[in-house]
């Protein structure tokens, strides 16, 4: 089975911080992607990379960074946390090519608070 | 952007009902799938139903796909309480790139 991982599943930051969120998969996928999501909002895309080093913007990358610097890892970087940005994020990552379909496994989610 | 817009947003149905949620979505698409959530959880992979499928099934669950009026039905039948989640349709308008997700439909099933 696809196993995602999230560091966190509860963090409390304070407005000004930088914070980290790390995510890793063990099904050597190429595409890991970062989402957050609010009530009323839905699932919205942050970022996403399809290959190491490689990395997209999504609808609402603004106030995010992100790196991939090992196919497992991918990290959301909150460069200095807002209290807008208080969320839930989701990772999923995801297969290409032959024989595999778009289909995304998530992690269990990190509830950010940001105070 | 969304394209997948979830019908209705919540349901609420008692124990052994069958439940049906709607998802229309706005552009072509590669595939669509389902996907649940329970509450405070990331999402699980239910069910993917490809652009040339019209009708694909798994266990209780019956998804039909609509490529002209760009629509999917998500049907369980003999619903349980342990199916009380959050579920979301989400297309794929190319192979291997991202997913667009829709809103969601908060299940509630009583029992």
């Known amino acids: 089975d696809v196993k995602v991982t999230q560091s966190s599943r509860y963090l409390v930051k304070r407005t000004g911080e930088k914070v980290f969120l790390e995510c890793v998969q063990d099904m050597d996928h190429e595409n890991m992607f970062w989402y957050r999501q609010d009530p009323g909002l839905g699932l919205r895309l942050i970022y996403f990379?399809?290959?190491?080093?490689?990395?997209e913007k999504g609808d609402i990358p603004e106030g995010y960074s992100v790196s991939r610097e090992k196919k497992e890892r991918f990290s959301l970087i909150l460069e200095s946390a807002s209290t807008n940005q208080t969320s839930m994020y989701l990772c999923a990552s995801s297969s290409v090519g032959q024989g595999h379909t778009d289909t995304q496994y998530f992690g269990p989610g990190t509830r950010l608070t940001v105070l | 952007s969304q394209q997948g817009e979830e019908d209705p947003q919540a349901l609420s149905i008692q124990e052994g009902e069958n439940a049906t949620m709607n998802c229309s979505y706005k552009t072509s698409i590669n595939n669509l799938q389902w996907y649940r959530q329970n509450s405070g959880r990331g999402l699980v992979h239910l069910i993917l139903?490809?652009?040339?499928?019209r009708e694909k099934h798994s266990g209780r669950l019956r998804v039909t796909l609509d490529t002209s009026k760009k629509s999917s039905s998500l049907l369980i039948t003999a619903s349980r309480a342990a199916d009380t989640a959050s579920y979301f349709c989400?297309?794929?308008?190319?192979?291997?790139?991202?997913?667009?997700f829709g809103q969601g439909t908060e299940l509630s099933v009583k029992p």
């Open positions: 990379s399809y290959d190491v080093k490689m990395k």
């Open positions: 989400a297309t794929s308008p190319y192979q291997g790139g991202k997913l667009i």
């Open positions: 139903i490809r652009s040339n499928e």
